[in-house]
């Protein structure tokens, strides 16, 4: 089972924005609308983010936004923060009873 | 409070076998589906296995399909992973997690497997 394809780096100054890609195929990305993001700091269990490709759980920051064109979901997170420093990973249902993570993006403010 | 406390983990020789427990607590653990992560030292997230609340829908990874098996007792509020023919690329630390819509909103503080060879 091939993971999600995410950058495996990106960094931003404290402020800006930036976006976190996640591509898949039709058979998972892009054929449902079970894309879920989540933070992982090190050490630490991860946490949801971002779930159903666009939808913020309560007390999640609204600085954290998801959205999907084709087969690729994309994360954005305006403002960055110290705290954002992290490791980041996209995980979506695949055709065929499987689901599976991306490789994961480590971010740098 | 909503939480997950996994248990179960430790040495263990290649070809031998754990059960991994996780104890669910402060919210209705029937009526959601769950699911194992895990994580290598030093590496990405692994998704493990997928059991809805009724155990009528069952997924495993590829890559532990045939040696683990997911189970639950929604009497007990507990989940479970029988794993078996244990290898060295099994070592990690193992999460279990609530499942919303394959979302996975609520995590456990994990568990280490080490597998020795």
């Known amino acids: 089972q091939s993971a999600l394809t995410q950058p495996a780096s990106v960094s931003g100054s404290p402020g800006q924005s930036i976006t976190i890609s996640c591509t898949g195929t039709?058979?998972?990305?892009?054929?449902?609308?079970?894309v879920s993001w989540y933070q992982q700091h090190p050490g630490k269990a991860p946490k949801l983010l971002i779930y159903e490709v666009t939808n913020r759980p309560s007390g999640v920051s609204n600085r954290f936004s998801g959205s999907k064109s084709g087969n690729t979901a994309s994360l954005t997170i305006s403002g960055l923060q110290g705290e954002d420093e992290a490791d980041y990973y996209c995980?979506?249902?695949?055709?065929?009873?499987?689901?599976?993570f991306g490789g994961g993006t480590k971010l740098t403010v | 409070e909503v939480q997950l406390v996994e248990s179960g983990g430790g040495l263990v020789q290649r070809g031998g076998s754990l059960r991994l427990s996780c104890a669910a607590s402060?919210?209705?653990?029937?009526?959601?589906?769950m699911q194992w992560v895990r994580q290598a030292p030093g590496k990405g997230l692994e998704w493990v296995a997928y059991m809805t609340s009724d155990e009528r829908t069952i997924y495993h990874a590829d890559s532990v399909k045939g040696r683990f098996t997911i189970s639950r007792d929604n009497a007990k509020n507990l989940v479970f992973l029988q794993m078996n023919s244990l290898r060295a690329e099994d070592s990690a630390m193992y999460y279990c997690?609530?499942?919303?819509?394959?979302?996975?909103?609520?995590w456990g503080p994990g568990t280490t497997v080490t597998v020795s060879s």
């Open positions: 039709s058979s998972d990305v892009g054929g449902y609308d079970f």
């Open positions: 997690a609530r499942s919303v819509q394959f979302g996975l909103d609520v």
């Open positions: 995980f979506s249902y695949r055709t065929s009873a499987t689901l599976l």
């Open positions: 402060g919210f209705n653990f029937r009526i959601y589906s």
